[in-house]
């Protein structure tokens, strides 16, 4: 027995010296393995990001090439497009002063004056309408809520043809405005997204756009929607349900000119995103100068 244990012994001792030795050369080995399959990782990697930034960088430049491309051409696509027309340009919930900044851009050259500014407030200050409503066939508007698709049929017709209910009721439907409301020849429409609402207060919003729209849509205004090319979600099929004309990148130079066309008449869904039409509408000719006296352009 005393021999078998410690034969027995021995072979453990033998054993496990064997296991130490296999684990340090592995380790040693395996080392070796991973160090160079992280350096061969880096490399291949250092290699794409190189590869991407060199393809960021052309397409940058390519873009800054389109951009002032774009620009020189806008001029002679768009002069004297809308000459003499008065717009307007409204928000539902909200209008970032970029979205104003590119109107005004578009319309520069075409003659056109961007008249009045305004945007309506979400949800609507019924307590504050009703105020304003007051003698009128709308009083009471806070208590009977569907009075609220009427008065803005009513009010969406009024801020394009001019109407008493429409300046009665400027201060409370609006949160902010400015210019001269009535008389317009086209309204741009942009859509803020509803955040923190309740549902019903979202469901009062959506009423009062939808009746103001409708309302807008029974004169001989044009109406245009526009977005940028990061809105998201975007409202180009909320448009499109309501028969109105819209341009999903009024932010680049080829949705100022399909801006242009569409208050000029041109119908659809212009621009670069899911459910668009094109991403221009038909370029008419240019439109000729005035002549002056004795046969010289203007």
């Known amino acids: 027995m005393g021999y078998s244990a410690r034969y ?17 050369i592995g380790s040693q080995i395996g080392g070796e393995i991973l160090d160079n399959t992280r350096k061969d990782l880096e490399s291949s990697l250092t290699r ?3 590869s991407a930034r060199a393809e960021i960088e052309g397409l940058e430049q390519e873009l800054v090439w389109a951009n002032e491309f774009g620009g020189s051409v806008y001029p002679a696509l768009t002069a004297l497009r809308l000459r003499g027309e008065r717009i307007g ?11 104003t900044d590119q109107v005004e851009q578009a319309i520069e050259p075409t003659s056109a004056e961007l ?3 305004g945007v309506v407030g979400q949800p609507p200050e019924t307590v504050d309408l009703s105020e304003s409503l007051s003698g009128t066939r709308f009083a009471g508007i806070e208590r009977r809520p569907a009075l609220i698709p009427r008065y803005g049929a009513t009010v969406g017709r009024q ?6 209910i429409f300046q009665l009721t400027r201060g409370a439907l609006m949160s902010e405005s400015s210019g001269q ?6 309204v741009i429409i942009y859509r803020g997204e509803i955040e923190d609402l309740s549902a019903a207060d979202i469901e009062m919003s959506n009423r009062l756009d939808e009746a103001m729209i409708n309302g807008m849509r029974t004169t001989r205004a044009s109406l245009v929607g526009v977005e940028e090319v990061a809105t998201d979600p975007s409202s180009v099929g909320y448009f499109q349900e309501r028969g109105i004309s819209s341009v999903d990148n009024v932010d680049l130079p080829a949705g100022r ?3 242009v066309y569409a208050l000029a008449g041109a119908q659809g869904s212009f621009g670069v ?15 000729a100068a005035p002549v002056k006296a004795g046969g010289e352009q203007g």
Do not use: C, Q, Y
Not at 8 to 24: E, K, P, R, T
Not at 89 to 99: E, K, Q, V, Y
């Open 273 to 287: 995103k899911e459910g668009s039409d094109r991403l221009l509408p038909d370029l008419l000719r240019p439109v």
């Open 89 to 99: 340009l409204l928000g539902f919930g909200s209008l970032p002063s970029r979205i």
């Open 181 to 186: 409301f009535g008389k317009l020849d086209a």
């Open 159 to 164: 801020l394009i043809t001019g109407g008493r």
């Open 8 to 24: 027995h012994a021995a072979s453990l001792a033998a054993v496990f010296l064997a296991l130490a030795i296999g684990i340090l």
């Open 257 to 259: 000119v399909s801006l």
């Open 48 to 50: 794409d990001l190189d």
């Open 115 to 117: 008249v009045a500014v």
